[in-house]
Each structure stands twice: as C-alpha cells, then as structure tokens.
C-alpha cells in the first residue's frame, strides 16, 4: 500500500535514512557514556556539562569560579596531567613493619631539625644548634628563611601538616623578595625559586607560584653578558652581576649557569613569558658551538668570550649539576628533549673514555682531569653520579643500557665504601685512590662531613631502580651513624673529622639537611608511587618538579568526546 503522494522507493529511502540516522545516535550515545568510564571517580558527573567552558576558560587563561584565582583551571590541568598522584595510595607508606620503622625514624629527625631550627633560627637562613642561634651567610644576597623554603616540600610530604603551615604562613607574612645585597645566582635558583615551584606543585598554592616567579624575574640581569652566559653573582635589588672573586679570570662556574635549565622551564610554564626558557636555550646553544676537549666540558667557561678558560673537568664541585641536569632536562620534557639527550650521553661516553677508573682493589671511581693530567680523586659530591646514571641507563643505545646500570651501582658501591672505611660510617668530603689510599681521604682538609646528601641521593634511585635490599640496608646504616655522631641537644650539626669517634662539631645545621638528606632517606623507606618517578624528577636541591607530560593526556581526549556529545 502506498501513501498518496508518496512513492514506493522514496518512502523506501526516507525509511533507510532514518534507520541509519538511529543507528549513528545511539553509538554516539554509547560512546558518550562509555567515556564517562574512563574519567576518574571524582570528576565523572561534574565535569560533564561543565567541561567545555572549563577548557574554553582554561585556555583564555580564566576560571569559572567566583573569586578564584586565573590560574586554578591551570592547576587542575597540570593535576590531570600527572600519571599518578603524588602521595601514593596511602603517602607511600611501606607495607613492612621493619621498613615503616625506619621511615617513621626518619619522620622524627626531620621533626626534630625543624623544631629546633624553628624554636633558636626561626626566620634566619639556617641553624647553628651547638651555640643555640641563627646563622644568615652571604650567599643569598640578603634573602631569609632558607630551611624554611627549602623544607616545604620535605614537610608536606611526610604529612608534618602544623609545621608545613608555619612554614606556609611565614613564606605569606615575612618572605621579603626586595633584598639588596651579594647573592649566588645558583644558590638562590636551586633552594628558594626551585623549592617554592615545588611546593606550588604539591599544594596548588598560588602564593608559592607568585613568589618563584617574582624572584625568578629578579635573576634575569645576570644573563646581560655578550654571550649570554650569566655571571655567578647577582645584587638583587640593582640587578647588578659580577663573577666569583675565586673564579678563574673573571669566568663562569659549568655547575652553576648549566644548573638553571629545569627551573626556567617551569618559570615559563607558570608566568607565560618565553624568556626563561630562552635564556636556558641559549645556554645550550653556546656548548653545543663550542669545541670540548676530548668531548668533556671543562669548569669554567668566559661569559664574556664563550670560550674555556681552564681545562679542569670534574664531575664533583664546579661540574657536578651540570650533568645531572642534561638527562634531568630529557626525562623532565617527556623524553622529547633530544638535544639534552644527545648532550648528555655524549659526555657521559666522553666521562667513561677519561675518567672513569678502576682502582686496584676492584672500585670503580671518577677520577678529575687537568689539562689530560689525572687527578685521582673523587668528592663526596660526585657520588651523585651513581644515580644519575642509574636513571639515565634505560634510555641509552639499547646494548649500553644493562652497562649503564652495573656502572651507577659500582659507583655507588665505592661511594658507599668511602662510609665504611671511616670511624663514624659517615664519608668524607673527598677521597683518593693513589699513594696506597682507596676510598680514604689522605688530606686533613678533607676529612669532614657537612650533612652531604648525595650519597644517600644514589641509594634512593638504585633502590627504585633494582629494589635490591641492600640499598636500604646502607641507607639505615647513614641513619644510625647520623644519629650517633651528628645529633647534639639542638639540632643536627656536621663533623669535622670522620676518622675518630671523638668528634668536634661543626656547628651548622645546613638547610640541604632538611631539604634533600633527610628527603632522600624518606623515599628511600617510602613505597615508590611517593613521588613517582615517571611524573616528577628532583632538582638539585631535591625538590620535585613535575614532567611536562606531553602525549598523556586521556583526560582532555575524554572531554573532547564529552565536548562534542
């Protein structure tokens, strides 16, 4: 039967559209609720008639909240973007009754720093717990508070809520960026720009992110050189910088103006301004032009003619950071940084043809090079290096990767051997492999220990990295000598010779104490998904910034299909 008007293979048609009409709706129906299952618990209703016009403020740079802050959406999209969240499922609390123990220790001696330091230092840069008073320093041009800048991060992460908010209150009420004196542009940069972008981070609170980009604005001056290098010293009222004194012929320190990268990266996240990261670049762009001896990068470098001045290479003091932060830089942009990649594995090859020596006991070390002269000699410094190269090894050249990894662990081997072969189990500042001597520090000059952290540093990653027990065990081994030797009435305070029991005391409760050692030995007992490494690396000063994830975002593919449903 046929309608009047209407004929049979046009109804016929109308009738074959509508269906497939039907068809298309429902399965975008289905894949509109479907998605909703890929969104987190928290955030599957609210966001779904909200999510267009969160993107749309997000990216004009404004917030959908009454009275909110223009960049609430933007932390919330950093937030998204992290692969798990910071603290872990229960703030990385070790199921072992044994390894919790020892993380709850350290729990305490980082409470015990801190009350000290609060109750005979509060405000001044650092503690002296023997005389009961503050210590200030010249090093940060008049700045204030520096264990209290460089303990947020270490405070929120062991859940020390009443002191992170002291901490938070005084940063609020008596942080006064408008110094106007002598400051180490590195200093400044690794301890109070990178620890208030980590406690940003961690907290979303935007008081921190507003005093790191302020203070980071005021070190843009020391980048006014013909070659853009910066000098090592900074007013940072007038803006004016010079070099060390020490400095040879007026140059730039490699650890220093090749330690900023990770930082001004996350300056121009957060203010919108290219000018960090350019500054950064053009920093790289000078080392790649220029010729390294035997592909090593010497220490000092001319900010006036871009070229070496000395041909000292080291990987402890003077070079250290530098290298760290080539693989950091990679591993901090999501492995899309090549140029940092190339960078470093071709010093670390460079490291490896020259430097790196085999003691005849068995240990592997760094030797420092002068001139194509070996110094046998490595600092406590360098022993960061085994977990630099330990996290560097499973993004070599595919048959380097296992070699990458026996290497950080006989390096981190041998700096454990220069713990054990003292009297207190606490390593010196710098130790040597000639004249009889492996591992032990020859010279009375080198006989100290400072509250250093980098050996303890290198046991953190090679646990995360191998979970071989034996890491914890050397970790725990630091805690008790720590406790026996450096703990006085008030504080924790460095020693000056750690080759007798009867030890004088430095007097100087450094705030890298709090903000990295201490840190360090926390994870080290902690679970891995506190701070996981896959969404944070850590500065040199140990604050945890977060990776640039740039393919991962199902969050933002989830609401384009909500967006257009």
């Given at each position: 039967m046929s309608l009047p008007g209407v004929s049979a293979s046009g109804m016929?048609?109308?009738?074959?559209?509508?269906?497939?009409?039907?068809?298309?709706?429902?399965?975008?129906?289905?894949?509109?609720?479907?998605?909703?299952?890929?969104?987190?618990?928290?955030?599957?209703?609210?966001?779904?008639?909200?999510?267009?016009?969160?993107?749309?403020?997000?990216?004009?740079?404004?917030?959908?909240?009454?009275?909110?802050?223009?960049?609430?959406?933007?932390?919330?999209?950093?937030?998204?973007?992290?692969?798990?969240?910071?603290?872990?499922r229960d703030n990385g609390k070790p199921s072992d009754p044994k390894t919790d123990e020892r993380r709850e220790k350290v729990k305490e001696m980082m409470k015990f720093a801190w009350d000290n330091y609060k109750h005979y230092a509060w405000g001044k840069n650092e503690l002296r717990p023997l005389t009961r008073n503050g210590h200030i320093g010249n090093m940060f041009g008049g700045l204030r508070g520096a264990s209290i800048i460089d303990s947020l991060d270490t405070l929120y992460i062991m859940g020390l809520k009443e002191e992170y908010n002291d901490a938070k209150e005084w940063v609020q009420t008596s942080l006064d960026l408008n110094s106007n004196g002598e400051a180490s542009l590195f200093e400044v940069n690794i301890r109070y720009v990178g620890g208030l972008l980590s406690a940003y981070y961690l907290t979303g609170e935007e008081l921190f992110k507003?005093?790191?980009?302020?203070?980071?604005?005021?070190?843009?001056?020391?980048?006014?050189?013909?070659?853009?290098?910066?000098?090592?010293?900074?007013?940072?009222?007038?803006?004016?910088?010079?070099?060390?004194?020490?400095?040879?012929?007026?140059?730039?320190?490699?650890?220093?103006?090749?330690?900023?990268?990770?930082?001004?990266?996350?300056?121009?996240?957060?203010?919108?301004?290219?000018?960090?990261?350019?500054?950064?670049?053009?920093?790289?762009?000078?080392?790649?032009?220029?010729?390294?001896?035997?592909?090593?990068?010497?220490?000092?470098?001319?900010?006036?003619?871009?070229?070496?001045?000395?041909?000292?290479?080291?990987?402890?003091?003077?070079?250290?950071?530098?290298?760290?932060?080539?693989?950091?830089?990679?591993?901090?942009?999501?492995?899309?940084?090549?140029?940092?990649?190339?960078?470093?594995?071709?010093?670390?090859?460079?490291?490896?043809?020259?430097?790196?020596?085999?003691?005849?006991?068995?240990?592997?070390?760094?030797?420092?090079?002068?001139?194509?002269?070996?110094?046998?000699?490595?600092g406590h410094l360098a022993c960061f290096s085994?977990?630099?190269?330990?996290?560097?090894?499973?993004?070599?050249?595919?048959?380097?990767?296992?070699?990458?990894?026996d290497l950080a662990a006989e390096i981190t081997h041998t700096c454990h051997e220069s713990y054990t072969r003292t009297a207190t189990k606490l390593g010196p500042e710098a130790f040597r492999f000639d004249g009889g001597a492996e591992a032990t520090a020859t010279r009375l000059s080198d006989r100290y220990y400072i509250l250093r952290p980098e050996v303890i540093e290198s046991y953190m990653y090679m646990w995360r990295l191998t979970?071989?027990?034996?890491?914890?065990?050397?970790?725990?081994?630091?805690?008790?000598?720590?406790?026996?030797?450096?703990?006085?009435?008030?504080?924790?305070?460095?020693?000056?010779?750690?080759?007798?029991?009867?030890?004088?005391?430095?007097?100087?409760?450094q705030s890298f104490f709090l903000s990295e050692t201490l840190k360090y030995l926390y994870l080290l007992f902690s679970d891995d998904d506190l701070l996981p490494l896959e969404d944070w690396v850590f500065n040199t000063e140990a604050h945890p910034l977060p990776v640039i994830h740039k393919h991962r975002k199902p969050l933002e593919f989830c609401s384009l299909i909500l967006l257009f449903c």
């Amino acid at each position: 039967m046929s309608l009047p008007g209407v004929s049979a293979s046009g109804m016929g048609l109308r009738l074959s559209q509508k269906f497939v009409f039907l068809l298309f709706l429902s399965g975008l129906v289905t894949l509109c609720f479907g998605a909703l299952f890929f969104l987190p618990d928290s955030v599957r209703l609210k966001r779904i008639f909200l999510v267009s016009r969160a993107e749309s403020a997000s990216d004009k740079g404004t917030s959908l909240d009454h009275g909110a802050n223009s960049d609430t959406v933007t932390y919330k999209k950093f937030r998204r973007c992290l692969l798990k969240p910071p603290l872990g499922r229960d703030n990385g609390k070790p199921s072992d009754p044994k390894t919790d123990e020892r993380r709850e220790k350290v729990k305490e001696m980082m409470k015990f720093a801190w009350d000290n330091y609060k109750h005979y230092a509060w405000g001044k840069n650092e503690l002296r717990p023997l005389t009961r008073n503050g210590h200030i320093g010249n090093m940060f041009g008049g700045l204030r508070g520096a264990s209290i800048i460089d303990s947020l991060d270490t405070l929120y992460i062991m859940g020390l809520k009443e002191e992170y908010n002291d901490a938070k209150e005084w940063v609020q009420t008596s942080l006064d960026l408008n110094s106007n004196g002598e400051a180490s542009l590195f200093e400044v940069n690794i301890r109070y720009v990178g620890g208030l972008l980590s406690a940003y981070y961690l907290t979303g609170e935007e008081l921190f992110k507003n005093k790191a980009v302020e203070l980071g604005e005021k070190l843009l001056p020391a980048f006014n050189t013909p070659t853009g290098i910066p000098r090592g010293v900074i007013n940072l009222g007038s803006g004016t910088s010079w070099s060390w004194g020490w400095a040879s012929a007026g140059s730039s320190i490699l650890a220093e103006f090749g330690t900023l990268h990770l930082e001004f990266v996350h300056l121009t996240q957060l203010s919108g301004s290219p000018i960090y990261t350019e500054k950064v670049m053009n920093i790289r762009k000078l080392l790649n032009k220029i010729e390294k001896p035997h592909g090593l990068y010497p220490n000092f470098l001319s900010p006036v003619s871009g070229n070496w001045v000395q041909h000292h290479v080291s990987i402890g003091g003077l070079g250290d950071s530098f290298y760290e932060y080539l693989i950091k830089s990679y591993l901090m942009s999501d492995k899309t940084d090549d140029d940092a990649k190339k960078m470093y594995y071709g010093a670390l090859e460079a490291i490896e043809a020259n430097l790196v020596q085999k003691s005849p006991g068995g240990l592997t070390y760094l030797a420092e090079w002068r001139g194509g002269i070996l110094d046998h000699k490595m600092g406590h410094l360098a022993c960061f290096s085994g977990g630099m190269i330990g996290i560097g090894a499973d993004d070599g050249a595919p048959d380097k990767r296992q070699h990458y990894l026996d290497l950080a662990a006989e390096i981190t081997h041998t700096c454990h051997e220069s713990y054990t072969r003292t009297a207190t189990k606490l390593g010196p500042e710098a130790f040597r492999f000639d004249g009889g001597a492996e591992a032990t520090a020859t010279r009375l000059s080198d006989r100290y220990y400072i509250l250093r952290p980098e050996v303890i540093e290198s046991y953190m990653y090679m646990w995360r990295l191998t979970h071989d027990p034996k890491y914890r065990e050397w970790g725990w081994e630091a805690v008790e000598a720590l406790e026996e030797h450096c703990r006085v009435e008030s504080g924790f305070s460095g020693i000056r010779d750690v080759y007798t029991m009867t030890v004088s005391h430095d007097n100087m409760q450094q705030s890298f104490f709090l903000s990295e050692t201490l840190k360090y030995l926390y994870l080290l007992f902690s679970d891995d998904d506190l701070l996981p490494l896959e969404d944070w690396v850590f500065n040199t000063e140990a604050h945890p910034l977060p990776v640039i994830h740039k393919h991962r975002k199902p969050l933002e593919f989830c609401s384009l299909i909500l967006l257009f449903c």
